[in-house]
């Protein structure tokens, strides 16, 4: 029987991609903030009363998942905001969208053991000149989830974040700068990526193969970094 992969975040750029190219191997379900092409649930997972709801209509359809993988959030500048705004919208979008899946995963799914893979950024450890609200949500994310693998670890339940660095992929926010734009781009990667090259999706998804596979047991509140050495 195939495993059932659990993404949120499943309409996002990365998540779609991750959706198609899992789906060839395992069931894989999507949610996301609003019905899309790869989402079988939506709801605001920003608000927990909201997650709650929704976990509660997929144990009702599954009382196992084997593997989720969490890509919500975003990085863009939100200028029209206040700045006391900024940081809550970015907060609600980049932590709490996570930290509401994982404790809605273990109220409704009772601790089941589970692999749970968290997408962050570098931005959550290195000044890469992202927005501040942006880079301390990330960076609290991964100090929560190195915290929360000491409390999941007696359930048996994996816990672990790749924090990838520029991530080229096809319509995402680099391929678009890349379009306008390539000298530039082309120069920024030279002088701030030691390997001189972007993130490929790819490595992204074998990374997530990994810690979903029996391999990746012993893997536990780990952050794996995946930027060419751009933050060393």
Do not use: H
């Amino acid at each position: 029987m195939k495993q059932k992969i659990l993404i949120v975040g499943s309409s996002g750029n990365l998540g779609e991609y991750l959706f198609q190219s899992l789906k060839q191997k395992f069931k894989v379900i999507g949610i996301s903030r609003d019905f899309k092409t790869n989402s079988l649930y939506c709801g605001d997972l920003s608000n927990f009363k909201a997650t709650l709801e929704v976990f509660k209509k997929l144990y009702s359809k599954s009382r196992k998942v084997d593997a989720i993988i969490v890509c919500t959030g975003k990085s863009s500048k939100i200028s029209n905001l206040e700045n006391d705004k900024r940081y809550l919208n970015s907060f609600e979008s980049n932590f709490l969208t996570v930290s509401n899946t994982i404790e809605a995963y273990q109220k409704i799914f009772k601790n089941k053991p589970t692999k749970i893979i968290v997408l962050s950024s570098i931005a959550g450890i290195k000044n890469i000149d992202a927005p501040i609200e942006y880079s301390i949500s990330k960076s609290a994310l991964n100090y929560y989830c190195k915290l929360k693998a000491l409390e999941l670890s007696k359930f048996k339940i994996n816990i672990n974040v790749i924090s990838p660095g520029n991530i080229l992929n096809k319509n995402n926010n680099w391929d678009i700068k890349n379009k306008l734009n390539k000298m530039k781009v082309k120069s920024y990667i030279k002088k701030n990526v030691p390997l001189n090259k972007f993130c490929d999706p790819s490595q992204i998804l074998a990374l997530c193969e990994l810690l979903i596979s029996d391999k990746g047991n012993f893997y536990q509140g780990a952050n794996l970094v995946l930027d060419g050495g751009q933050s060393i």
